[in-house]
Nanobody, 117 residues
Framework: QVQLAESGGGLVQAGGSLRLSCVAS????????MGWYRQAPGKQRELVAA???????NYADAVKGRFTISRDNAKNTVYLQMNRLKPEDTAVYYC???????????WGQGTQVTVSS
């Protein structure tokens, strides 16, 4: 089992920045892929960004050029730096990790990000 602890959400004005963090603990040897998903009210959960242990990344088109995912393997932590935030980025953001396929089997509790116009 893997436990995930997220932090960093909050309220920010449009154009502002936030950084999300997610620390993994437990059976971390099984983790290759770490990522962030988000779910806005009335919408399906969607991939925001993901990164492998080797550093390969992929991003949703809506966030390319504004968000950056990174990880510190020594600290078992994945980060999401969110810049130039827009009101449409408002959602609950979930950390997700697993061996390979997306999404992985382990989810964080979610952290609210609200962007005001």
């Amino acid at each position: 089992q893997v436990q995930l602890a997220e932090s960093g959400g909050g309220l920010v004005q449009a154009g502002g920045s936030l950084r999300l963090s997610c620390v993994a603990s437990g059976s971390i040897h099984s983790i290759n892929r770490m990522g962030w998903y988000r779910q806005a009210p009335g919408k399906q959960r969607e991939l925001v960004a993901a990164i492998t242990r080797g550093g390969s990344t992929n991003y949703a088109d809506a966030v390319k050029g504004r968000f950056t995912i990174s990880r510190d393997n020594a600290k078992n932590t994945v980060y999401l730096q969110m810049n130039r935030l827009k009101p449409e980025d408002t959602a609950v953001y979930y950390c997700n990790v697993g061996p390979s396929v997306a999404p992985g089997p382990y989810w964080g509790q979610g952290t609210q990000v609200t962007v005001s116009s």
